[in-house]
């Protein structure tokens, strides 16, 4: 038996944070290798749908730059909905998974229609929120194909 010789049977690389570090990168890329990057939106941020506004649409828009905003017939609808529940704009916010902020500004005609939002308020109330027959309520049972 050779007595010198030395085997490694298994190098660790570097962990997935030390892969991303800055020195790490530029080395990779000293050495010749292909190293990616890209930047993620808002990431480490906890930003689940907050409104954008969207510029060519607003260009498309008047010329006073304002998006369409929620009615106030639908943000009374909401107040009636949610009063007849006896809900908080709090507790409606809170089963909805929104701020009670977002609640509010449906409420006073302040919000930005997103229909995500809209849907989990609609089926939070159990009223109808869109489309004919604002305000009246959700039949629930088999959905019509």
Do not use: C, M
Request: charged share 30%.
């Amino acid at each position: 038996i050779d007595w010198d010789t030395v085997t490694v049977l298994r190098t660790k690389g570097p962990t997935a944070a030390q892969a991303r570090s800055k020195q790490a990168i530029l080395a990779a890329q000293r050495r010749g290798e292909d190293a990616e990057t890209s930047k993620r939106w808002a990431a480490g941020q906890n930003k689940q749908h907050s409104i954008t506004k969207n510029t060519a649409k607003l260009d498309r828009e008047t010329e006073e730059l304002h998006h369409d905003r929620v009615t106030l017939e639908v943000g009374k609808v909401i107040q009636q909905g949610r009063q007849s529940k006896g809900l908080t704009q709090k507790d409606l916010a809170t089963k909805i998974n929104e701020k009670p902020q977002v609640i509010a500004d449906y409420e006073s005609g302040q919000a930005i229609p997103n229909n995500q939002v809209l849907g989990k308020i609609e089926w939070a109330v159990g009223l109808k929120l869109g489309g004919k027959g604002i305000g009246k309520p959700i039949e629930k049972g088999p959905r019509a194909k």
